[in-house]
């Protein structure tokens, strides 16, 4: 049975978007709920798919468009391609997904010498015909046969100039008659063949051209940039539409109108139209259009008309229309309508008010915003007013937008920040001990690194604009420069990051601050009342969960105890700890840190209180606390030469008879404190080789490190359970979660459990109470989701890192993966999303299932999250509601989008495939 590839507008299915394209279903629909819609028909997306893959158009399907022609003849009483009243067509393109100006469009089909002397006689308007004439051999040359615009252009601005005129509304029948024979001429020369005369021809190679358009690079990468799948839209269908004019007069017009203001949400008339004028004239910018208000006092009776459609359109589609519409001789026609596209802002206003308005339920209000749209609202943004070009372009690894001097490390970094100066922390990559660069900074660039570096997740914590991976800069740290094209930027040098595009300016460009509105307030809030996981966030300060409990996050899924350590009162602690080499000297280092860590903890659950806080462990390998081996060489080499001079100068006071007093600077810096200094670093040059692994993040880390020295992990629980107790002590209602990273086993988690245990006994005695925490595991190795029936039978947690689970699942190492060839893995379709973005749901995602499954088969009440990159990431969480997770956590900025995220899991569980295998 043959496929039907042609529907009229009378009789297509509306809903079908896939088949119909959503132009052309909406058309149907407009059309069949009597909206006075030009009549015309549709050829689908299949056909569109059969053409490219057969490269011809499907058997039959000109002989069913010359049907459809028929009754458009019969219904119109217009000839097509011949007779004093021709029919004239327009012939547009229109996928499932709405992709503005990617594909093609023609206008005015049916032109011919006969059908052009017709309409002369019939309209009596010879400017209009040449008009229209001229306008269909440009768009079909360049649509059907491939001739550039410039070619035309020259002889239609060469006659402009000649008659005097700078628009085209000032050209006479006569200068148009003379362009469209310049037109016809410009054909016959690029193509080598005459204007085809055959309408029914001329409609084929549009159809063909519009079919081919879907694969046109323009198309294509509107796609990717958009991440359009074929599961989405694939081919586009051809909407042919019999042509109203409004270019015919007076009483004619043209325009496009939202049905609400799309930058602000206000529930207004809102577009722009043209006397006198074809839709292309709107949109193009050749004529300055008229705000549509004015359309009351120019054509009061047409006004009224487009009120009503606006309301029409949408309370039927209970949703902000984007329409197109004509006037012909007074009469109002919708040529097309589509879900308005608008900002962040807009959305949710329109969401509230719609509901408010009863227009529609509280559901769709949450489902018709893409969480990812509300990442807008919270981050500084550069003026859309600024034109600067930028000078590099890196990853944009976290959003939002700010300036300040170029500094090349942490420590000035921090310097600068302290009294006042805005920075901008530039490195060729980050380690953990350049937190404190972080915290002073405005926004951090990096030359190496991916979305998920180290830079990338902490800045993102943070809240602050990342650029990663900008590898057109070369950062020269001893030069306290970095080289950027034909650029040098000097330490002090101001620049803008853009962490949305990844984009990198020279100088200050001005930002427009977050708006966290009363409108986004309410539909959050309605967003947790429906949905069922929990959004927590991972951070790792007190400052941190402030902000992150201001996004409304529900909890901390993630403090990582590593991050306190990396804060300059107590990296020096670290590294006298790491140096000790005795247990009876690291115990004595642990025991200056205990208290730093208690009265962090005891703030942190403080802010958070009475929601759950889960601090991790100590994670890193050790050497990510000391400086690396070339950095200490560098260092041992300066301090050699300084000890040199201070010598040289003891040495020449010596000799003086009357050496001078010299400032006491001079007296502090003796060759003892070298020397020590110089003792010290090379102590820690001795420690970074012998902790030099072939692969770290697979080395001496995580609980193998806490229980190879297991004094650090008792320093650590000590100070939650003390930090637990004195909360309580202070009437604060806390829920301290201690959870062990890298776990493989149930015997490491049986040895740490030991710990927490005789610590727990042991305090209870003095608080006379029992202290409430939980114990649990976060799932990251693959061993560990095998093994999660005999891990559950020791915890009451389990929490599954992903961003490891993913290194472990793929092979992939990060960073190098990004950076190299994972770009090239999505372009080609080899993977389809980056794997440490969005949650691989084949690979990673059943390996979370399975161990959802066996650990609650072990313990029905284990609480499972998950607290990876991925758990801000909108299509990751609804996988994570499907297999039946309780929470996610996320960076504090990621809270919100994951807030709406969660909740439209929960109305869309019902269209989740199952993924058990």
Same mark, same amino acid.
């Given at each position: 049975?043959?496929?039907?590839?042609?529907?009229?507008?009378?009789?297509?299915?509306g809903?079908?978007?896939k088949?119909?394209?959503?132009k052309?279903?909406?058309?149907?629909?407009m059309?069949?709920?009597?909206i006075n819609?030009?009549?015309?028909f549709v050829i689908?997306?299949?056909?569109?798919?059969?053409y490219?893959?057969?490269n011809?158009?499907p058997k039959?399907l000109?002989a069913?468009?010359r049907? %459809? $022609? @028929?009754?458009?003849e019969?219904?119109?009483?217009?000839t097509f391609?011949k007779g004093e009243d /021709?029919?004239? =067509?327009?012939v547009?393109s229109?996928?499932a997904?709405?992709?503005?100006?990617?594909?093609?469009?023609i206008?005015?089909l049916?032109?011919?010498?006969?059908?052009?002397a017709?309409?002369?006689r019939?309209?009596?308007?010879e400017?209009?015909v040449y008009?229209?004439?001229?306008?269909?051999i440009?768009?079909?040359g360049k649509?059907?046969?491939?001739?550039?615009?410039?070619?035309f252009?020259e002889?239609?601005?060469?006659?402009?100039?000649?008659?005097g005129?700078?628009?085209d509304?000032?050209?006479?029948a006569?200068?148009?008659? %003379? $362009? @469209?024979e310049?037109?016809?001429?410009v054909?016959r020369r690029?193509?080598?063949q005459d204007? /085809?005369?055959? =309408?029914?021809m001329q409609l084929?190679?549009a159809v063909?051209?519009?079919?081919r358009s879907?694969?046109g690079?323009?198309?294509?990468d509107?796609?990717r940039e958009?991440h359009?799948?074929?599961d989405m839209a694939?081919?586009?269908?051809?909407?042919?539409?019999?042509?109203?004019?409004g270019?015919m007069?007076?009483?004619?017009?043209?325009?496009?109108?939202?049905?609400r203001n799309?930058?602000t949400?206000e529930?207004?008339?809102?577009g722009?139209?043209?006397t006198?004028?074809?839709?292309e004239?709107v949109?193009?910018?050749?004529r300055t259009?008229k705000?549509l208000q004015?359309?009351e006092?120019e054509?009061?009776k047409?006004?009224?008309q487009?009120?009503?459609?606006?309301?029409?359109?949408?309370?039927?589609?209970?949703?902000v229309q984007?329409y197109e519409?004509?006037?012909e001789k007074?009469t109002?026609?919708?040529?097309?309508?589509r879900?308005?596209k608008?900002?962040?802002?807009?959305?949710?206003?329109?969401s509230?008010?719609?509901?408010?308005e009863?227009?529609?339920t509280?559901?769709q209000?949450?489902?018709r915003i893409?969480?990812?749209?509300?990442?807008?609202?919270?981050?500084p943004?550069?003026?859309?007013e600024s034109?600067?070009?930028?000078?590099a372009?890196?990853?944009?690894?976290?959003?939002?937008?700010?300036?300040?001097?170029?500094v090349f490390?942490?420590d000035l970094?921090?310097k600068?920040?302290?009294?006042?100066d805005?920075?901008?922390l530039v490195r060729?990559?980050t380690?953990?001990?350049?937190i404190?660069?972080?915290?002073?900074?405005e926004?951090?660039l990096?030359?190496r690194g991916?979305?998920?570096?180290?830079?990338?997740?902490?800045?993102?914590?943070?809240g602050k604009?990342c650029?990663a991976?900008?590898?057109?800069?070369?950062?020269?740290v001893a030069?306290?420069q970095?080289h950027?094209?034909e650029?040098?930027l000097?330490?002090?040098?101001v620049i803008?990051?853009?962490?949305?595009?990844?984009?990198?300016?020279l100088?200050?460009i001005?930002?427009?601050?977050p708006h966290?509105?009363?409108n986004?307030?309410?539909?959050?809030?309605?967003?947790?009342?429906?949905a069922?996981?929990k959004v927590m966030a991972?951070?790792d300060?007190?400052?941190?969960?402030k902000?992150?409990?201001?996004?409304g996050?529900m909890g901390?899924?993630?403090?990582?105890?590593?991050r306190?350590?990396n804060a300059s009162?107590?990296?020096?602690?670290?590294?006298d700890m790491i140096?000790a080499?005795t247990?009876?000297?690291r115990?004595?280092?642990?025991?200056r840190?205990m208290?730093?860590?208690r009265a962090?903890?005891v703030e942190?659950?403080?802010v958070?209180?009475?929601?759950p806080?889960t601090v991790?462990?100590l994670?890193?390998p050790m050497h990510e606390f000391l400086?690396t081996?070339?950095?200490?060489l560098?260092q041992?080499?300066?301090l050699?030469?300084?000890?040199?001079?201070?010598?040289?100068r003891q040495?020449?006071?010596?000799?003086?008879?009357?050496?001078?007093?010299?400032p006491?600077?001079f007296n502090?810096?003796?060759?003892?404190?070298?020397?020590?200094a110089l003792?010290?670093?090379?102590?820690m040059?001795?420690?970074v080789r012998?902790?030099?692994?072939?692969?770290?993040?697979l080395?001496?880390?995580?609980v193998r490190l806490g229980?190879?020295?297991?004094e650090?992990?008792s320093?650590?629980i000590?100070?939650?359970l003390e930090?637990?107790?004195e909360c309580a002590n202070?009437?604060?209602?806390?829920?301290?979660?201690?959870?062990v990273?890298?776990?493989?086993?149930?015997?490491?988690?049986?040895?740490?459990?030991?710990?927490?245990d005789?610590?727990t006994?042991?305090l209870e005695?003095g608080f006379?109470?029992?202290?409430?925490?939980k114990?649990?595991?976060?799932i990251?190795t693959?061993?560990?989701?095998?093994?999660a029936?005999?891990l559950?039978?020791?915890?009451?947690f389990?929490s599954?890192g992903?961003?490891?689970l993913t290194?472990?699942?793929f092979?992939?190492?990060r960073?190098?993966a990004?950076?190299?060839?994972?770009?090239?893995y999505?372009?080609?379709?080899?993977?389809?999303?980056?794997p440490f973005?969005?949650l691989?749901?084949?690979?990673?995602?059943?390996?979370i299932?399975?161990?959802?499954?066996?650990?609650r088969?072990q313990?029905?009440?284990?609480?499972i999250?998950?607290?990876g990159e991925q758990?801000?990431h909108?299509e990751?969480?609804?996988?994570?509601h499907h297999v039946?997770?309780d929470?996610?956590s996320?960076?504090g900025p990621?809270?919100p989008?994951a807030?709406?995220?969660?909740?439209?899991a929960?109305?869309?569980e019902k269209?989740f495939?199952?993924v058990?295998?």
């Amino acid at each position: 049975m043959n496929k039907q590839h042609v529907y009229s507008f009378s009789d297509g299915d509306g809903h079908d978007k896939k088949l119909l394209g959503g132009k052309g279903a909406n058309l149907c629909e407009m059309t069949q709920i009597g909206i006075n819609v030009p009549p015309g028909f549709v050829i689908t997306t299949e056909a569109c798919l059969d053409y490219l893959k057969e490269n011809k158009l499907p058997k039959d399907l000109m002989a069913s468009v010359r049907q %459809e $022609i @028929s009754k458009l003849e019969s219904v119109t009483g217009k000839t097509f391609g011949k007779g004093e009243d /021709p029919l004239l =067509v327009s012939v547009r393109s229109g996928s499932a997904m709405s992709m503005p100006g990617m594909m093609d469009t023609i206008l005015n089909l049916g032109l011919n010498d006969e059908t052009l002397a017709g309409l002369i006689r019939q309209t009596g308007d010879e400017r209009f015909v040449y008009d229209a004439y001229r306008r269909f051999i440009q768009l079909f040359g360049k649509v059907a046969l491939g001739i550039e615009d410039e070619h035309f252009d020259e002889y239609f601005e060469e006659v402009k100039q000649r008659a005097g005129v700078k628009a085209d509304v000032g050209l006479d029948a006569t200068h148009l008659k %003379e $362009i @469209s024979e310049m037109f016809l001429t410009v054909v016959r020369r690029e193509s080598g063949q005459d204007f /085809p005369q055959d =309408v029914m021809m001329q409609l084929q190679l549009a159809v063909e051209a519009v079919f081919r358009s879907w694969m046109g690079k323009r198309a294509v990468d509107y796609r990717r940039e958009f991440h359009i799948t074929p599961d989405m839209a694939n081919g586009t269908a051809v909407n042919i539409c019999t042509m109203v004019f409004g270019n015919m007069g007076d009483d004619c017009a043209t325009g496009v109108g939202f049905t609400r203001n799309p930058g602000t949400g206000e529930n207004e008339m809102f577009g722009e139209y043209l006397t006198n004028a074809q839709g292309e004239d709107v949109v193009a910018g050749i004529r300055t259009p008229k705000p549509l208000q004015e359309m009351e006092t120019e054509m009061p009776k047409q006004y009224s008309q487009l009120i009503e459609l606006r309301n029409t359109l949408e309370s039927h589609y209970q949703e902000v229309q984007d329409y197109e519409f004509t006037i012909e001789k007074g009469t109002l026609y919708c040529l097309q309508t589509r879900n308005g596209k608008m900002n962040a802002a807009a959305m949710v206003k329109t969401s509230v008010d719609m509901f408010e308005e009863k227009l529609i339920t509280r559901e769709q209000a949450l489902l018709r915003i893409d969480p990812e749209l509300l990442e807008q609202l919270l981050h500084p943004s550069l003026d859309p007013e600024s034109d600067a070009k930028p000078i590099a372009t890196g990853l944009p690894a976290s959003p939002g937008a700010a300036s300040g001097k170029c500094v090349f490390d942490a420590d000035l970094a921090e310097k600068l920040g302290k009294i006042g100066d805005q920075v901008i922390l530039v490195r060729e990559e980050t380690r953990p001990e350049d937190i404190h660069g972080f915290f002073a900074a405005e926004g951090i660039l990096t030359s190496r690194g991916g979305k998920t570096s180290h830079a990338a997740v902490v800045a993102r914590g943070m809240g602050k604009p990342c650029v990663a991976g900008a590898e057109g800069i070369v950062v020269d740290v001893a030069l306290r420069q970095a080289h950027v094209g034909e650029h040098i930027l000097h330490e002090g040098d101001v620049i803008t990051l853009d962490g949305a595009t990844g984009m990198v300016y020279l100088g200050a460009i001005p930002t427009v601050p977050p708006h966290f509105s009363d409108n986004l307030e309410l539909l959050l809030s309605w967003a947790d009342e429906t949905a069922r996981l929990k959004v927590m966030a991972n951070a790792d300060t007190p400052d941190a969960a402030k902000k992150a409990r201001e996004y409304g996050a529900m909890g901390i899924g993630l403090c990582r105890t590593e991050r306190m350590f990396n804060a300059s009162d107590r990296l020096p602690i670290v590294i006298d700890m790491i140096l000790a080499n005795t247990e009876e000297d690291r115990k004595a280092a642990l025991d200056r840190l205990m208290p730093i860590q208690r009265a962090d903890f005891v703030e942190v659950f403080s802010v958070m209180s009475p929601d759950p806080v889960t601090v991790r462990l100590l994670d890193p390998p050790m050497h990510e606390f000391l400086p690396t081996e070339q950095q200490l060489l560098e260092q041992i080499e300066t301090l050699q030469l300084y000890r040199n001079v201070v010598r040289g100068r003891q040495t020449a006071l010596a000799t003086m008879p009357n050496p001078p007093d010299l400032p006491e600077a001079f007296n502090e810096l003796s060759e003892e404190l070298v020397n020590d200094a110089l003792t010290k670093k090379e102590r820690m040059l001795k420690k970074v080789r012998e902790l030099q692994e072939v692969n770290p993040m697979l080395g001496h880390r995580g609980v193998r490190l806490g229980i190879a020295y297991p004094e650090i992990y008792s320093m650590q629980i000590r100070a939650i359970l003390e930090a637990t107790v004195e909360c309580a002590n202070n009437g604060i209602s806390v829920r301290p979660e201690i959870m062990v990273p890298q776990v493989i086993t149930a015997q490491e988690l049986s040895k740490v459990r030991l710990t927490v245990d005789a610590l727990t006994e042991q305090l209870e005695k003095g608080f006379g109470k029992q202290i409430r925490f939980k114990f649990g595991t976060m799932i990251e190795t693959v061993r560990a989701c095998t093994r999660a029936s005999q891990l559950a039978a020791h915890v009451e947690f389990f929490s599954f890192g992903t961003n490891d689970l993913t290194q472990a699942v793929f092979s992939f190492s990060r960073e190098d993966a990004e950076n190299k060839f994972l770009p090239m893995y999505n372009e080609s379709g080899i993977l389809q999303d980056n794997p440490f973005e969005v949650l691989d749901e084949q690979g990673v995602g059943q390996l979370i299932d399975m161990a959802v499954y066996r650990g609650r088969q072990q313990r029905e009440d284990l609480k499972i999250g998950i607290c990876g990159e991925q758990g801000g990431h909108p299509e990751s969480i609804r996988f994570c509601h499907h297999v039946g997770l309780d929470y996610v956590s996320c960076s504090g900025p990621r809270v919100p989008i994951a807030r709406l995220a969660a909740a439209n899991a929960k109305l869309r569980e019902k269209e989740f495939a199952d993924v058990r295998v």
